[in-house]
């Protein structure tokens, strides 16, 4: 079936069509209960085996090591600024005896995400170190700075932090910062995750909200190793300077109760595991990055190449996953949305806090859908240059 739409929204992203019609099909009587996924128990059979199916196609499209447990959490991305900040200071602790406890927080601000990332860390601690703040630097989210620049704390960090794929201003990191190997490294991999290939064992904690290359909102994976799951304190035995975690932000309990502390999002963890399936039988994350790099290659040729196209990012750092543009003069963009409407190209608009037009070409966007996207920006241009 074709789709009605090609929608090239950043998140809730598109889905692929495979995925939709599983679910349609599965969506009265789920794998014969006789229900809908949503109906059964958490506690179930049933259930237990979609969420470990689930986990272990994950396993197997990341390749993720043994020593690493892979987390379904609720909250969404922002849930895990927090987050993070709780446990992996008490991580840090257990390294850290002694009367002081005080360890830098390191934040690479690389585009809106991880500003928003480096507030709350600072809401909650008081003393984050950015690394780089590219805006400050520069002016604006555009680049990712050479190493040279960064101002890392060294092996006194709690953690390093960064976001690989900033989905508002369309920079990716086109490589893993190199750290203290001793500090873990996070990462916000929320709109790039299972886009390309790359080496877990290189990070203490991975995470994405599943709304663009996993799934649907309302679920979070969190891929992180286990020295890093600490038994969460209560305020009684509380060590100064080290926050007590809450329960449901405690990896720890949420690693020992297989992701079933409390009642789970059923739903957009079945959606993720039909997702992982696809994946597979698309050949997995090698496959995909092959195409993903050709449409992105597509589009920012064809905006390089165009008088009325402007990228506003440095060329190594642009975003497989989202294209951020401009169109001069500024006035033809209302114009451009309306006539991609009208072909029934939608969610094309550009972030408020940015404007212009945003393209989001996640796993689930076929090559043909950026072909008609590319026909019709072609067209556009002949009609006003
Ligand atoms: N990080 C990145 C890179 C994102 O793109 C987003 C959401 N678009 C978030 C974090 C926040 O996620 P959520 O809305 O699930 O809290």
């Known amino acids: ?182 500090v873990p490294l996070v990462c916000d991999m929320s709109s790039n995750i299972l886009s390309r290939k790359f080496d877990v064992s290189k990070f203490g904690l991975i995470y994405a909200g599943a709304q663009k290359n996993i799934g649907t909102p309302g679920v979070t994976v969190v891929i992180v190793r286990d020295d890093l799951l600490t038994k969460p304190k209560s305020v009684n035995d509380q060590d100064k300077g080290v926050p007590v975690v809450p329960v449901m932000l405690s990896y720890k309990i949420i690693a020992d109760h297989n992701s079933v502390y409390n009642t789970p999002p059923m739903f957009p963890i079945y959606i993720s595991g039909l997702v992982f399936e696809w994946l597979l039988d698309q050949g997995g994350v090698e496959a995909i990055e092959k195409i993903n790099n050709e449409k992105s290659t597509k589009i920012y040729d064809l905006i390089d190449k165009s008088k009325i196209y402007r990228s506003p990012i440095e060329k190594p750092y642009r975003s497989r996953m989202n294209a951020p543009f401009r169109i001069v003069p500024e006035e033809l963009e209302k114009e451009f949305l309306t006539g991609a409407e009208e072909l029934g190209m939608v969610q094309l608009k550009g972030h408020r806090s940015v404007g212009g037009i945003r393209i989001s070409m996640y796993n689930a966007i076929t090559l043909d859908a950026i072909d008609l996207l590319i026909n019709y920006m072609i067209e556009f241009e002949k009609k006003h240059n």
């Open 1 to 182: 079936t074709k789709p009605k739409v090609y929608n090239f929204g950043a998140g809730p992203a598109a889905i692929p069509l495979n995925v939709l019609e599983k679910a349609q099909k599965d969506l009265l009587n789920y794998e014969n209960t006789g229900m809908s996924v949503m109906e059964i128990s958490h506690r179930s059979k049933t259930f237990d085996n979609l969420l470990n199916k689930a986990k272990q196609d994950l396993k197997t499209l990341l390749q993720v090591p043994d020593n690493y447990k892979i987390l379904f959490m609720q909250g969404g991305g922002l849930t895990q600024f927090s987050a993070i900040v709780y446990n992996l200071l008490a991580a840090k602790r257990q390294q850290v005896p002694g009367e002081e406890f005080n360890p830098p927080l390191d934040y690479f601000v690389t585009g809106s995400w991880s500003a928003k990332a480096a507030d709350e860390a600072k809401r909650l601690y008081n003393n984050v170190n950015i690394v780089i703040d590219v805006k400050k630097s520069k002016g604006s989210f555009e680049s990712i700075p050479p190493k040279e620049e960064w101002k890392l704390s060294g092996s006194k960090a709690a953690f390093v932090y960064y976001c690989d794929n900033e989905t508002i201003n369309g920079v990716e990191f086109p490589f893993i910062p190199e750290v203290d190997p001793s």
